[in-house]
């Protein structure tokens, strides 16, 4: 609570142009401030990245468990393509500056859980 109210404070006595979290680093310890607030948040956010694709592999992985995509070849495991191929189908995505952008993720996101329902709803009354 404290270093927010602290924060809030920064901003407040900071020009309206200059209101970003390196340039408050800047403003309390100077040049190495504001490249240790970038750093910070640079690992930030490629933390998250990691943990999203590592979650999206692991989800990936037990969606096609069944399948004899999975098995092994000579070049290495399938769990290891499909690692690579979905990384290279969602990191795209991260670079979206625009959250309006991200709108039609959302569109096919709805249009997924309705047709879940719906397959459910088909499977429940035919007693697959």
Do not use: Q
Request: aromatic share 14%; glycine share 8%.
């Amino acid at each position: 609570s404290w270093t927010g109210k602290l924060l809030v404070r920064c901003f407040i006595k900071m020009r309206p142009s200059k209101k970003t979290y390196p340039d408050v680093g800047y403003k309390s310890f100077g040049k190495y401030g504001s490249l240790l607030i970038s750093l910070g948040i640079i690992c930030e956010y490629f933390g998250g990245i990691c943990m999203m694709l590592i979650f999206m592999w692991e989800n990936v992985k037990y969606f096609l468990d069944s399948t004899h995509i999975l098995s092994t070849d000579l070049y290495g495991s399938g769990i290891e393509h499909i690692a690579v191929y979905s990384t290279v189908l969602v990191l795209p995505l991260c670079w979206i500056l625009n959250l309006s952008e991200l709108s039609f993720i959302s569109f096919l996101g709805s249009i997924c859980k309705i047709l879940t329902v719906i397959v459910i709803i088909i499977c429940f009354a035919l007693n697959i």
